[in-house]
């Protein structure tokens, strides 16, 4: 949802900006560009909530181990 929602804004600029400035060719470069790297900052937060939850369970793990282990 939030990506779909930042590549918008991100492509809506970026068309307004190629209406106004004459040089289409570079600014439809750059709209493809600046929605890739939305798309890509989207992928990476993505990535680093699924990292953290897979360590906060790895680390549940751990300690439940090492309390089985102290016994």
Do not use: H, Q, Y
């Not at 106004?20 to 929605?35: D, H, I, L, R, Y």
């Amino acid at each position: 949802m939030t990506k779909s929602i930042a590549l918008s804004l991100v492509l809506a600029a970026s068309l307004g900006l190629a209406a106004c400035s004459g040089g289409t060719e570079n600014a439809a470069n750059n709209a493809a560009n600046s929605a890739e790297n939305a798309s890509n900052a989207a992928d990476n937060a993505m990535n680093a909530a699924l990292n953290a939850a897979d360590n906060a369970a790895n680390a549940a793990s751990n300690a439940t181990n090492n309390a089985s282990n102290a016994m």
